[in-house]
């Protein structure tokens, strides 16, 4: 069995990322010397050009894995001899297995967020599902959505276009009406099950609500992909509402834990990692 393992993240200032400490922890404990390098194009001075020369000096300096990380999501995609299904389907790319010569393409984004959601909120009816949030975070969540059964998805964006385009990749995918643009909000949250919430409005950058709070009700779930602060104002509301709530870590760990797997070959101690993001 391998016994050493180079991982890294590249990305745009990430300085704050919690997750090279998940993975080196996670080696730490299965007693391999696992070493994840946080590779910040912001410090670097680099851009999406010198994206091919990153994966190129990584693989020559024997790196397993990389995760990628915004912006360079799509444009990774290109630079990649195979993509998984979900990747191909989400046009996004966040996990890189470099091996033999070979770059393989995942998105644990999407697996991440099932796993969470599958955990987290095993029970929750789903027939309708309200969706904030239609970039690159709200494709992979949302489509982990409707692979986790939710029956019909009206996704919500500032940006009306963004919303629509995705509505339509994911009825592309999964089948004709699953998905909608949402035009009217408050119509929506009263036919909904529950909401997603995939935009950056409760970071402690972007502080409040990302929805006017008289439409949440009791009845309504709330998932959250924030994870910084893990309470938005969101959750707080939602739960002072009498709301079941979701938080942002465990797509944050899951995210992680799949991508460890998919470096190593090892299968990852989540509740272990669950464990310690929680005391970071
Ligand atoms: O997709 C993840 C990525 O794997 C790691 C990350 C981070 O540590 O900031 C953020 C997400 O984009």
């Not at 959250?224 to 969101?234: A, G, N, Q, R, S």
Request: a negative charge.
């Amino acid at each position: 069995k391998q016994q050493s393992f180079l991982c890294g993240l590249i990305g745009s200032g990430i300085q704050a990322s919690r997750t090279p400490a998940m993975h080196e922890r996670e080696g730490d404990e299965q007693g391999v010397r696992y070493m994840y390098k946080k590779i910040d194009t912001e410090i670097l001075g680099l851009t999406v050009d010198d994206l091919p020369e990153l994966l190129t000096a990584a693989e020559r300096m024997g790196f397993c894995g990389l995760n990628i990380t915004f912006p360079f999501k799509q444009a990774v995609i290109p630079l990649l001899d195979e993509l998984s299904d979900d990747a191909r389907a989400l046009n996004a790319v966040n996990t890189v297995v470099l091996r033999d010569g070979r770059r393989i393409g995942y998105n644990t984004d999407c697996s991440g967020f099932g796993e969470s959601f599958r955990r987290g909120l095993p029970d929750a009816k789903r027939d309708v599902v309200v969706q904030l949030g239609a970039g690159g975070a709200g494709a992979a969540v949302a489509h982990a959505a409707l692979k986790q059964g939710v029956g019909k998805l009206y996704v919500r964006d500032s940006d009306l276009a963004r919303a629509e385009t995705l509505a339509a990749s994911l009825s592309g995918a999964f089948g004709a009406g699953r998905a909608a643009a949402c035009t009217d909000l408050a119509a929506a949250m009263d036919e909904a099950d529950g909401l997603i919430h995939a935009t950056p409005t409760g970071m402690a950058k972007f502080p409040g609500m990302p929805l006017p709070a008289e439409l949440l009700q009791a009845r309504h779930w709330v998932a959250e992909i924030v994870y910084f602060p893990l309470e938005t104002d969101l959750l707080r509301v939602a739960a002072a509402k009498g709301c079941r709530t979701l938080n942002g870590g465990g797509m944050a760990v899951f995210q992680a834990v799949d991508a460890f797997r998919h470096f190593t070959g090892l299968e990852p101690d989540a509740e272990r990692m669950l464990r310690h993001f929680a005391s970071m």
